[in-house]
T-cell receptor, first 113, second 114 residues
């Protein structure tokens, strides 16, 4: 069974600081996704990481993937209040079959002025 | 709005009633997925459908839950004889045929069981 673990689950940080969210998964995967969810809202796709060593950046967010370590990171640079949200990583099992995603529990991020 | 459309946004049912949740995928998307989210939890995969076919229902409870995606019309997630534990947010997502494409999510249906 594929398991996805995120840490930390809760993070409070000040504007202007840097921080990293970690996503570990338990079995081979060839697709990793990061999503953002605001309270009461749907999930917004942030990044799709498809290969070992993949790095993608959008604004103050940067995501990377190490398939050998089964680890992805989401790095936040010089955080601003608008980035407050819950961030999920999701993994697609590469063992074939259907395309359902396995999600981590999410990192609830609060950025304080 | 060309996004994934779910309705209703909120649904209240009494124990023992039936709940029907609808999902229209993004234009041009032929793959539909249903997920359930409990409070403070990540999403749990339930079922994956293409038109008129259930591809993977490994995440569906064995009883009371069913899903369909007919040739015409939206995908339906049906929960019969609802119980309190069915209270959750149910999200639908769709994707195009490319495996590398992300799944695009609807706004969800918040189901509350009285």
């Amino acid at each position: 069974e594929l398991k996805v673990e995120q840490n930390p689950l809760f993070l409070s940080m000040q504007e202007g600081k840097n921080y990293t969210i970690y996503c570990n998964y338990s079995t081979t995967s060839d697709r990793l996704y990061w999503y953002r969810q605001d309270p009461g809202k749907s999930l917004e796709s942030l990044f799709v990481l498809l290969s070992n060593g993949a790095v993608k950046q959008e604004g103050r967010l940067m995501a990377s993937l190490d398939t050998k370590a089964r680890l992805s990171t989401l790095h936040i640079t010089a955080a601003v209040h608008d980035l407050s949200a819950t961030y999920f990583c999701a993994v697609k099992y590469s063992g074939g079959g259907a395309d359902g995603l396995t999600f981590g529990k999410g990192t609830h991020l609060i950025i304080q002025p | 709005n060309a996004g994934v459309m779910q309705n209703p946004r909120h649904l209240v049912r009494r124990r023992g009633q039936e709940a029907r949740l609808r999902c229209s995928p993004m234009k041009g998307h032929s793959h539909v997925y249903w997920y359930r989210q409990l409070p403070e939890e990540g999403l749990k995969f339930m079922v994956y459908l293409q038109k008129e076919n259930i591809i993977d229902e490994s995440g569906m409870p064995k009883e009371r839950f069913s899903a369909e995606f007919p040739k015409e019309g939206p995908s339906i997630l049906r929960i019969q004889q609802v119980v309190r534990g069915d209270s959750a947010a149910y999200f639908c997502a769709s994707s195009s045929t490319g495996r590398d494409q992300p799944q695009h999510f609807g706004d969800g249906t918040r189901l509350s069981i009285l």
